[in-house]
């Protein structure tokens, strides 16, 4: 590819001709799918999950937060795909595939690997892909980079880059243009490439010296999030032997104009990205000789504070002599996030788990954005929250806080409320859990 070829995807960006492939169409391909079709992009979708496919094509979200009327839009300005033959007509490829953990500590790339298996025999000159999918620094040069070497001229005749996502669920999926967008490149004519084609859609682009700080960029922006929620649950436990309420020394701290910023302790961490991903970068400082103790010691500490919890509930049982097997408990919200549908790594579920674990079995939930079939049915659900619904219950656990919930009736009708979020005062029937 010589010089000119070069301005001619430049080009072909500037004037949004470029089609762009997104493989991996789930929490992160999805909105970035509907954010480039609003920028006039055409793109090409790909997924080895049929069934969303098939929800594309019939213009049906399977994101709470994604409108039928933004996945309409997509599909009229959007092709969708099972299998990868049309990446040989993309311009622009970008990789959204999970980066999950095997048995719960070592990174998995095998979705990444996959995806270039399959994608390798259509990549042609001139094209630029891009990983978006979270992992360690170092991860676009080994996965990718080498194994496309061989056939092509990387930062002459095709581009590679790497872009972090950092959409926060159930706040900013509709709007990721706002979300600065972090982008690096091979050399830096992928570079140029790359911000290029960002510039088009996010309204600011930060452009990192090379792939590995924009990679270990995002870790740390993790990894800070995990390691002071873990310090504020450490904290919470102090203070409760202390008989004092970490909410109300949080609220005092954070009086100060700077050099403090508030973090919220609560149940357990979850989700896709905070249980899992400092563990991609604790995993490399081993592999190095420098094991990270700050990441594993938050990780462990946001894994144990579920015992916190379970210890409280446990003796709130004995004091009032109900036994395990005739307590009656309640959980409020299942996700492990407010206002949202999502229960992966939800600490409520590990806390039924756990709880079933010490014979207490008559458990029920109240979560009005989880629907039954997402559950296996050992979970029972109450459709209504009312008086005599709470009035039924020995303990009340607050472990998502939901706008949605009527926190007057909460606190009126239950005889005993363990608030882990801080939304009530610990006086009278409320503890902090
Ligand atoms: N969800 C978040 O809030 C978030 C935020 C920042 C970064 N990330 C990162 O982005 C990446 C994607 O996360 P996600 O939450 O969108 O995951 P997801 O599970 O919601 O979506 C991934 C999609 O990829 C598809 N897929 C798997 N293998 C494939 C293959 N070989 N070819 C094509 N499609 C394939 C799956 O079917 C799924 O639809 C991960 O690395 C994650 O860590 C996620």
Same mark, same amino acid.
């Given at each position: 590819?010589?010089?000119?070829?070069?301005?001619?995807?430049?080009?072909?960006?500037?004037?949004?001709?470029?089609?762009?492939?997104?493989?991996?169409?789930?929490?992160?391909?999805?909105?970035?799918?509907?954010?480039?079709?609003?920028?006039?992009?055409?793109?090409?979708?790909?997924?080895?999950?049929?069934?969303?496919?098939?929800?594309?094509?019939?213009?049906?979200?399977?994101?709470?937060?994604?409108?039928?009327?933004?996945?309409?839009? $997509?599909? /009229?300005?959007? &092709?969708?795909? =099972?299998? %990868? #033959?049309?990446?040989?007509?993309?311009? +622009?490829?970008?990789?959204?595939?999970?980066?999950?953990?095997?048995?719960?500590?070592?990174?998995?790339?095998?979705?990444?690997?996959?995806?270039?298996?399959?994608?390798?025999?259509?990549?042609?000159?001139?094209?630029?892909?891009?990983?978006?999918?979270?992992?360690?620094?170092?991860?676009?040069?080994?996965?990718?980079?080498?194994?496309?070497?061989?056939?092509?001229?990387?930062?002459?005749?095709?581009?590679?880059?790497?872009?972090?996502?950092?959409?926060?669920?159930?706040?900013?999926?509709?709007? $990721?243009? /706002?979300?600065? &967008?972090?982008? =690096?490149? %091979? #050399?830096?004519?992928?570079?140029?490439? +790359?911000?290029?084609?960002?510039?088009?859609?996010?309204?600011?682009?930060?452009?990192?010296?090379?792939?590995?700080?924009?990679?270990?960029?995002?870790?740390?922006?993790?990894?800070?999030?995990?390691?002071?929620?873990?310090?504020?649950?450490?904290?919470?436990?102090?203070?409760?032997?202390?008989?004092?309420?970490?909410?109300?020394?949080?609220?005092?701290?954070?009086?100060?104009?700077?050099?403090?910023?508030?973090?919220?302790?609560?149940?357990?961490?979850?989700?896709?990205?905070?249980?899992?991903?400092?563990?991609?970068?604790?995993?490399?400082?081993?592999?190095?000789?420098?094991?990270?103790?700050?990441?594993?010691?938050?990780?462990?500490?946001?894994?144990?504070?579920?015992?916190?919890?379970?210890?409280?509930?446990?003796?709130?049982?004995?004091?009032?002599?109900?036994?395990?097997?005739?307590?009656?408990?309640?959980?409020?919200?299942?996700?492990?996030?407010?206002?949202?549908?999502?229960?992966?790594?939800?600490?409520?579920?590990?806390?039924?788990?756990?709880?079933?674990?010490?014979?207490?079995?008559?458990?029920?939930?109240?979560?009005?954005?989880?629907?039954?079939?997402?559950?296996?049915?050992?979970?029972?659900?109450?459709?209504?929250?009312?008086?005599?619904?709470?009035?039924?219950?020995?303990?009340?656990?607050?472990?998502?806080?939901?706008?949605?919930?009527?926190?007057?009736?909460?606190?009126?009708?239950?005889?005993?409320?363990?608030?882990?979020?801080?939304?009530?005062?610990?006086?009278?029937?409320?503890?902090?859990?």
């Amino acid at each position: 590819m010589n010089n000119l070829e070069f301005k001619n995807t430049l080009e072909k960006i500037d004037n949004k001709s470029s089609k762009i492939g997104i493989i991996g169409l789930g929490y992160v391909g999805l909105p970035l799918s509907i954010l480039l079709v609003k920028n006039n992009f055409h793109i090409f979708g790909f997924d080895t999950d049929k069934k969303k496919i098939s929800k594309i094509k019939k213009n049906k979200s399977y994101i709470d937060r994604i409108s039928n009327s933004d996945v309409a839009l $997509i599909n /009229k300005r959007g &092709k969708f795909y =099972s299998n %990868f #033959s049309k990446i040989r007509e993309c311009e +622009i490829i970008i990789i959204c595939v999970p980066t999950p953990l095997k048995n719960n500590t070592v990174p998995d790339l095998s979705f990444i690997r996959n995806t270039i298996k399959s994608i390798k025999r259509f990549l042609k000159e001139g094209q630029v892909l891009i990983l978006e999918s979270t992992s360690y620094p170092g991860t676009t040069n080994e996965e990718i980079y080498k194994k496309l070497k061989s056939k092509f001229n990387i930062g002459k005749n095709f581009f590679l880059g790497f872009s972090s996502e950092r959409i926060d669920p159930g706040v900013n999926e509709n709007s $990721i243009q /706002k979300i600065p &967008k972090v982008v =690096s490149g %091979f #050399s830096e004519n992928c570079l140029k490439v +790359i911000s290029r084609f960002y510039k088009k859609s996010f309204n600011q682009v930060v452009e990192s010296k090379s792939l590995e700080i924009a990679e270990f960029s995002k870790l740390l922006e993790n990894i800070y999030r995990s390691i002071n929620i873990g310090f504020i649950n450490e904290m919470k436990i102090l203070a409760d032997r202390m008989n004092l309420d970490i909410f109300e020394i949080i609220e005092v701290a954070n009086t100060k104009p700077y050099g403090f910023r508030r973090f919220f302790p609560g149940p357990g961490i979850g989700g896709h990205c905070i249980p899992v991903d400092p563990n991609y970068l604790y995993w490399k400082s081993v592999k190095l000789g420098l094991p990270a103790k700050f990441i594993k010691l938050s990780a462990q500490t946001n894994f144990l504070v579920l015992n916190f919890l379970i210890k409280k509930i446990l003796s709130n049982l004995k004091k009032i002599k109900i036994s395990n097997k005739k307590a009656k408990i309640l959980i409020l919200g299942l996700s492990y996030k407010k206002n949202l549908d999502d229960i992966r790594e939800s600490a409520s579920i590990k806390l039924i788990d756990k709880l079933h674990k010490k014979n207490i079995k008559n458990i029920c939930f109240y979560d009005p954005y989880i629907k039954e079939e997402m559950l296996d049915k050992t979970i029972k659900k109450i459709n209504y929250l009312n008086s005599n619904v709470l009035i039924n219950f020995d303990i009340v656990i607050l472990m998502t806080d939901h706008d949605i919930f009527d926190y007057d009736l909460i606190k009126k009708k239950s005889k005993l409320i363990i608030d882990c979020r801080g939304r009530f005062e610990v006086k009278g029937n409320v503890q902090r859990g």
